[in-house]
């Protein structure tokens, strides 16, 4: 399938993460109705799963929550869900990330063998679309990945459809592959090796 010809823009050689306005925290049970606002809205899943919303009751949370808890248990860090937050604590966005497994293939993409990979992705409220916060929130994401995990190599599918989350994902460091996972939905990937080059290594989180 023709993949949308967004510009073949590049990051510039060093990521800087300039003065944060974003914090991101380890979601507790309290951003419940955060999530569960952000998931049900159909404006931020458009491109993301569900173009309708994940209709979730407050049961259907709570019930993801426990499980959500057991794998974070289990897995630690490589399954985790952040909350992303104004220097005041207003929440405006969430991403998470889980463990690929081996043999793992979807589409035409196939986890690399040997390789602790990890997928994720960020949604943000669409009152805070457009202010750069994606692109800063990602950044922070991906800083937390690569400095509490062993993460080799992190993924993040955007739809062909989504120039915004591709743009997003360009200046938080991640590559094209042109290969497709899900239908419409492209693999971006960003490696330890260049995570190494391009971030600054401050603590930040
Ligand atoms: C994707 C998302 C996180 C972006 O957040 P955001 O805060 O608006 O992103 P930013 O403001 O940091 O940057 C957006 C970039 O996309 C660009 N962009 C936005 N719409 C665009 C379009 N239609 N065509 C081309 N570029 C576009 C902006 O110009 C900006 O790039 P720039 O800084 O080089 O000018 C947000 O739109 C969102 O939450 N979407 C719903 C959830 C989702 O689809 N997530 C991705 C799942 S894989």
Known sequence: ????????????????????KLHVTEATEDDL??????WNDPTVMRYAGSPEGRGW?????????RLYQR????????????????GDGT???????????????????RKPDRTRCLMGDIKLLPSYWGRGLG???????????????????????????????YRVYEKA????????????HEIMELGRVRFDEVYDQGPRL
Not at 57 to 65: A, K, R, T, V
Not at 173 to 184: I, Y
Request: glycine share 8%.
């Open 173 to 184: 460091g991640f590559s094209r592959t042109g290969v497709q996972a899900w239908p419409g």
């Open 1 to 20: 399938m023709r993949m949308s010809a967004l510009p073949d823009q590049c990051i510039s050689a060093t990521v800087r993460v300039m003065e944060p």
């Open 33 to 38: 109705p955060f999530l569960l606002q952000i």
């Open 91 to 109: 929440r405006v966005g969430e991403s998470h990330f889980g463990p690929v497994p081996d043999g793992f293939c979807v589409g035409d993409w």
């Open 57 to 65: 009751s407050e049961s259907d949370i709570e019930s993801w929550w």
């Open 135 to 165: 692109t800063e929130g990602m950044r922070l994401v991906v800083q937390f990945v690569f400095t509490k995990t062993d993460c080799e190599l992190f993924v993040v599918p955007p739809h062909e459809r989504n120039p915004a989350a």
């Open 71 to 86: 794998e974070h248990s289990a897995l630690g860090y490589d399954d985790t869900q952040l909350v992303l937050r104004l």
